[in-house]
């Protein structure tokens, strides 16, 4: 029943949770839309799934699937979550006409914990429901005259193509007010481009974000708000990397750092005269961390210098990012020399990802699903050397799991756990 997403184990408990039999009543002291208004600190995403007809058991799916940000309100027609780490809440609700879903998620920077939900409802609906059509719809959120919020929506598709023509505002059909394109699709829009170019984008939106706090005035300080967009930015643009990066390889890790095999050396280049280490990292998503079971030495060729260069650069340029997202997660699993050591790893394969030549058209030819031809060709070299590394694929029992959002990521035992607690333990005689 696990397996099939039909039921999740009760935390602290030995009972399990079947989602299609939770009660038909809506819990009370749920969150609504005026109480979310009222947050100057937190901003809102709200988007409507529209379906060609009934997916039954869709709700239920959803509570299972994203057990992991229970907070114990459920019923047959709705669910509440909550991601602590980047304290946003959300609301998956079915409504009446039993074809619109709505996802309403709130807190300081929601896109992150938006697009894991949203991401995973597409997922749920191509796998358990193949052929079922649907759209997503942005509400227009404004106020009528008599203080109610106008019903009108927007299909996201409509807003793709206004963008595309430079249009900048929509009028609502309901309400005939003007609404700004951009900020309408901004919830449901994915970072895109190249892996280089998002890398660029997470820095330009951090200074955005941070201008935008520092206008704002509450009793949450300005340096909290800052880590909490920070946190959410950066996690958002790696998932979205590694989905990338699984359109191209599967089959193995793809976060790394590379270190000389002697720590005393000095390096200020990579050679085909010495000897590296390479370690794979665990890719929990707000937990990425090296881990030391799976590392391995090698002495690069010169022909894989030159073509892994630009996968080395944008991993590199990632994990600068994210060890101070997951510094704080750190705390409880490394100590500060090993804290220091990870720092010192991912600068020094910056260093030496800066170092490896360029290859021709690295910046400029990229490939449908955002990668340049020459990131890719670094990836499949990566791939390669680590096949060839450990031909069992054993990485150092790092394991591959498909998260509730349908992404692929290789993570440790310990992380693993929350994908496959294993088998209950059944009480004695039974």
Not at 239 to 265: G, H, N, Q, W
Request: hydrophobic fraction near 35%; aromatic fraction near 8%.
């Amino acid at each position: 029943m696990e397996k099939f997403d039909v039921s999740y184990r009760l935390p602290d408990s030995r009972a399990s949770l079947v989602a299609q039999l939770v009660p038909y009543e809506r819990p009370t002291h749920i969150w609504q839309d005026k109480a979310v208004d009222v947050e100057p600190r937190r901003r809102v995403i709200r988007a409507i799934c529209r379906t060609g007809e009934e997916a039954p058991g869709l709700i239920a799916w959803l509570t299972v699937r994203n057990h992991r940000f229970s907070v114990g309100k459920h019923w047959r027609r709705g669910v509440v979550l909550r991601h602590e780490e980047h304290d946003a809440e959300a609301l998956f609700e079915l409504m009446p006409n039993d074809r619109d879903l709505r996802l309403t998620v709130f807190g300081p920077a929601p896109e992150y914990f938006f697009h894991v939900l949203k991401d995973g409802v597409e997922d749920l609906i191509h796998h358990r429901w193949k052929g079922l059509t649907y759209e997503f719809l942005v509400p227009c959120g404004k106020t009528e005259s008599d203080g109610t919020r106008c019903v009108g929506v927007f299909p996201y598709r409509a807003l793709v193509k206004f963008r595309q023509r430079r249009e900048r505002r929509i009028i609502c059909t309901s309400c005939a007010s003007w609404s700004d394109v951009e900020e309408l699709i901004s919830g449901l829009s994915q970072p895109t481009g190249s892996l280089e170019v998002m890398v660029r984008n997470v820095e330009r939106a951090l200074v955005q974000q941070r201008e935008q706090l520092s206008r704002m005035e509450n009793s949450m300080t300005v340096e909290a708000r800052h880590q909490r967009v920070f946190e959410a930015e950066t996690q958002r643009h790696l998932r979205v990397a590694l989905r990338m990066l699984s359109t191209e390889v599967t089959d193995c890790p793809r976060l790394f750092t590379i270190a000389p095999a002697d720590r005393r050396a000095v390096v200020h280049a990579m050679s085909t005269r010495l000897h590296y280490k390479i370690t794979l990292w665990c890719e929990e998503s707000g937990h990425e961390h090296p881990w030391a079971d799976a590392t391995y030495d090698f002495k690069p060729t010169k022909e894989w210098i030159t073509t892994v260069g630009p996968y080395v650069r944008f991993i590199a340029s990632m994990l600068r990012f994210v060890v101070p997202v997951a510094g704080a997660g750190y705390a409880t699993t490394l100590t500060k020399d090993e804290l220091d050591l990870v720092k010192a790893d991912i600068e020094l394969t910056k260093t030496l990802a800066d170092k490896l030549p360029q290859s021709q058209g690295e910046s400029t030819t990229s490939m449908p699903q955002g990668m340049t031809k020459a990131e890719g060709a670094g990836l499949r070299t990566l791939r390669s050397l680590l096949l060839t590394l450990d031909p069992v694929s054993g990485f150092g029992d790092l394991r591959r799991v498909h998260t509730p959002s349908g992404d692929i990521a290789w993570v440790c035992p310990a992380h693993h756990s929350l994908y496959d607690p294993g088998l209950p333990e059944l009480p004695a005689g039974s």
